[in-house]
């Protein structure tokens, strides 16, 4: 079992940046697929991104791609979701979540596909 703690998230100004973090608990880090989702007020959770064990493979939204970039370091336990050219609209609480990979399958999607998830951040887009 893994236990996640995010981190990072705040108050940034449109067009700006910010950087979350989420800290991975126990030696097995690098055997799970991680994932950034975020649930707006009154809305439902979505994913966001999400990487490989290795790192190797990584994919978004369509609604961040271009904008947002995933990464890990197996070395330190930790995801990172580097957001940029923030918008009013990427206000949310973010989450990151894992799995264990199982066979061949690289891509998750959906929340049932995880579970293990962290508490969440705020991140506050202002216009």
């Known amino acids: 079992q893994v236990q996640l703690v995010e981190s990072g998230g705040g108050l940034v100004q449109a067009g700006g940046s910010l950087r979350v973090s989420c800290a991975a608990s126990g030696r097995t880090f690098r055997m799970y697929h991680l994932g950034w989702f975020r649930q707006a007020p009154e809305k439902e959770r979505e994913f966001v991104a999400g990487i490989s064990r290795s790192g190797g493979n990584t994919y978004y939204a369509d609604s961040v791609k271009g904008r947002f970039t995933i990464s890990r370091d197996n070395a330190k336990n930790t995801v990172y979701l580097q957001m940029n050219s923030l918008k009013p609209e990427d206000t949310a609480v973010y989450y990151c979540?894992?799995?264990?990979?199982?066979?061949?399958?690289?891509?998750?999607?959906?929340?049932?596909?995880?579970?293990?998830w962290g508490q969440g951040t705020q991140v506050t887009v202002s216009s």
């Open positions: 979540a894992a799995r264990i990979t199982i066979g061949t399958r690289d891509v998750y999607t959906n929340l049932n596909d995880y579970p293990y």
